[in-house]
């Protein structure tokens, strides 16, 4: 059964750090990142595929680095700087299709597998 399973999420100030973890339980081409605001819709933060090609949403590019380690199938997302508007709840999400595309990476419906989703809270 595939899986993808955050941690790492937390609560923090303003101007603080956190590094999300996902593991997944095979090899993805691409891989991402997602949030939810509470009363929002989901959006897109960062893509990366087995390639090493990478995306960021204009909102955390500069803040927020995307990694994964393919030996062990986990991906990462570091991220510094953190603002109130970042808390939401993080969804690592993957598809084999293809490798992450700049036109679509943070679509949702590109991606066929989430995971659970874990909480950040970033308080002024």
């Known amino acids: 059964q595939v899986q993808l399973v955050e941690s790492g999420g937390g609560s923090v100030q303003a101007g603080g750090s956190l590094r999300l973890s996902c593991a997944a339980s095979?090899?993805?081409?691409?891989m991402a990142w997602f949030r939810q605001p509470p009363g929002k819709e989901r959006e897109g933060v960062a893509a990366?595929?087995?390639?090493?090609?990478?995306y960021y949403s204009y909102s955390v590019k500069g803040r927020f680095t995307i990694s994964r380690d393919n030996a062990k199938n986990t991906l990462y997302l570091k991220m510094n700087s953190l603002k109130p508007e970042d808390t939401a709840m993080y969804y690592c999400?993957?598809?084999?299709?293809?490798?992450?595309?700049?036109?679509?990476?943070?679509?949702?419906?590109?991606?066929?597998?989430w995971g659970q989703g874990t909480q950040v809270t970033v308080s002024s």
């Open positions: 095979t090899t993805f081409n691409c």
């Open positions: 990366k595929d087995i390639a090493d090609s990478t």
């Open positions: 999400a993957a598809h084999k299709s293809s490798y992450c595309s700049s036109t679509n990476f943070d679509r949702p419906y590109k991606y066929n597998f």
